[in-house]
């Protein structure tokens, strides 16, 4: 099993930056490919960003794609979600997730931890 807490969340101004963290509890982090997701009031939690279990592969929703990065560090046991160009359609509550034997996915369906998400508000 794997715990994920999540924090970095806040208020910032559209235009502004962000950086998520997420630390993961257990010694076989790098067994598990990560992701986020966000999530607002009455819409499905959306796919935003994944990452290979080696870290060398990254994927993007279009709606972040060249603002947001994904990264992790295996020997920290951490993965971070550098949001940049926030938008005031970026604000939702994120979540960090982690799919065992799985190096990404678009999907929720491998993903079978998830942390209990962090608040991203951003103002226009």
């Known amino acids: 099993q794997v715990q994920l807490v999540e924090s970095g969340g806040g208020l910032v101004q559209g235009g502004g930056s962000l950086r998520l963290s997420c630390a993961a509890s257990?010694?076989?982090?790098?067994?598990?490919?990560m992701g986020w997701f966000r999530q607002t009031p009455g819409k499905e939690r959306e796919f935003v960003a994944g990452?290979?279990?080696?870290?060398?592969?990254?994927v993007y929703a279009d709606s972040v794609k060249g603002r947001f990065t994904i990264s992790r560090d295996n020997a920290k046991n951490t993965v971070s979600l550098q949001m940049n160009s926030l938008k005031p359609e970026d604000t939702a509550v994120y979540f960090c997730?982690?799919?065992?034997?799985?190096?990404?996915?678009?999907?929720?369906?491998?993903?079978?931890?998830w942390g209990q998400g962090t608040q991203v508000t951003v103002s226009s």
């Open positions: 997730a982690a799919a065992e034997g799985s190096d990404y996915s678009y999907s929720r369906t491998p993903y079978t931890y």
């Open positions: 257990g010694r076989t982090f790098s067994r598990y490919g």
């Open positions: 990452i290979s279990r080696s870290g060398r592969t990254t």
